[in-house]
């Protein structure tokens, strides 16, 4: 795509610093660094979300990650977890409509990343459940 910037990266016209590549993916650092690390993995095809993967590419992708994982927590011993994080379309924050997953490593409670949910499982019914999950279940190709 043409003024998408990982696709810029992709194609080396902006400078980025690599950390795995191969045919189908590329891996580089974030440059916000939110911990130490912090990168992020690519489809070297331009698809915008997780709604655009097909079953290969989300398998050669996400096949990659836990390599790219491993690799980061032997270079980081201090590291005491990893954070994966793919956000999908602008009302999940996504910024960059190139599709990315953030692998985040975390040193401390106090480190500059937080990641919290609400419990908002008493609003729900049992019967309110299954009907949710059904109606996954039946649009599951």
Do not use: W
Not at 1 to 16: A, G, Q, V
Not at 85 to 107: C, D, G
Request: aromatic share 10%.
């Amino acid at each position: 795509m043409e003024n998408c910037i990982f696709c810029k990266i992709i194609n080396k016209e902006i400078p980025s610093y690599s950390v795995y590549e191969d045919e189908d993916i590329y891996a580089f650092l974030d440059i916000t660094q939110t911990t130490k690390g912090h990168t992020l993995v690519i489809p070297k095809k331009h698809i915008t979300d997780i709604f655009d993967y097909d079953d290969e590419l989300a398998a050669v992708v996400f096949s990659k990650v836990p390599k790219i994982a491993r690799s980061m927590e032997k270079a980081f011993p201090d590291m005491q977890g990893l954070n994966m994080v793919n956000n999908n379309k602008e009302m999940a924050y996504q910024s960059v409509f190139h599709s990315h997953i953030h692998l985040i490593p975390r040193y401390t409670k106090k480190d500059d990343f937080a990641l919290t949910f609400k419990d908002n499982g008493k609003k729900y019914t049992s019967e309110m459940m299954t009907k949710i999950a059904k109606s996954i279940q039946e649009e599951i190709e």
